[in-house]
């Protein structure tokens, strides 16, 4: 499979579940595993999505903490999976 096509399928490996209300919770449940996924490598990172919304402001974190350059600039690039819903705040993640 080439290289360009690897970045855009989902990885259950390296993935995060987005389930029920984005809040503190999610935020403070999600945070370590994107830290501990970048820190691996920087392979994309795959989001399964099944929410009703939440904070945009929470969910602008998870965006924000994904996304994140490291020290030498290199970002992961991100696949996202509906799995459900996707509503509101979800939806803008």
């Given at each position: 499979?080439?290289?360009a096509l690897k970045e855009f399928?989902?990885?259950s490996a390296r993935s995060i579940y987005v389930t029920g209300e984005i809040d503190q919770e999610?935020?403070?449940?999600l945070t370590p595993?994107?830290?501990e996924l970048r820190r691996i490598n920087f392979d994309p990172i795959t989001v399964f999505i099944d929410s009703v919304g939440g904070s945009i402001r929470h969910a602008n974190v998870l965006y924000g903490l994904l996304k994140m350059p490291d020290q030498d600039g290199r970002t992961?690039?991100?696949v996202?999976?509906?799995t459900g819903n996707a509503f509101s705040a979800a939806a803008d993640l």
């Open positions: 499979m080439s290289q399928r989902e990885n999610t935020v403070n449940r595993q994107i830290h992961c690039k991100i996202t999976v509906v």
